[in-house]
């Protein structure tokens, strides 16, 4: 094609598909970072230490913690008590306020 060897063709195209998947991951992450939690929800913790959970239940494996007063983006859904705060993180909801403005 065009005296071009097929190889530099090959090379060109994953080079055009890496800078395009790129360009969309940035536009995706820049957009996040400004606008914060996606539905506007913002909690602050009112425990000494809170536990976060894999799912909605103290049965559920720990896997992170917040100290009193810290603050974290978090979602609308509430189930058996626990608020979701991201994929595979929970926190019980008792334990947890809406910051000032937050629409949760």
Same mark, same amino acid.
């Given at each position: 094609?065009?005296?071009?060897?097929?190889?530099?063709?090959?090379?060109?195209?994953?080079?055009?598909?890496?800078?395009?998947?790129?360009?969309?991951?940035?536009?995706?992450?820049?957009?996040? #970072?400004?606008?914060? %939690?996606?539905?506007?929800? $913002?909690?602050?913790? +009112?425990?000494?230490?809170? =536990?976060?959970? *894999?799912?909605?239940?103290?049965?559920?494996?720990?896997?992170?913690?917040?100290?009193?007063? #810290?603050?974290?983006? %978090?979602?609308?859904?509430? $189930?058996?008590?626990? +608020?979701?705060?991201?994929? =595979?993180?929970? *926190?019980?909801?008792?334990?947890?306020?809406?910051?000032?403005?937050?629409?949760?």
């Amino acid at each position: 094609m065009l005296g071009i060897p097929k190889n530099t063709l090959v090379i060109l195209a994953v080079l055009v598909g890496v800078v395009v998947i790129y360009a969309l991951g940035s536009d995706q992450q820049s957009s996040q #970072a400004q606008g914060g %939690a996606p539905d506007g929800c $913002r909690v602050v913790v +009112r425990a000494d230490i809170l =536990n976060v959970r *894999a799912g909605p239940g103290t049965h559920t494996e720990i896997v992170g913690k917040y100290r009193q007063n #810290a603050e974290a983006d %978090a979602t609308g859904v509430v $189930r058996n008590g626990f +608020r979701k705060l991201a994929e =595979n993180r929970w *926190a019980a909801e008792r334990f947890l306020r809406p910051v000032d403005g937050a629409t949760c």
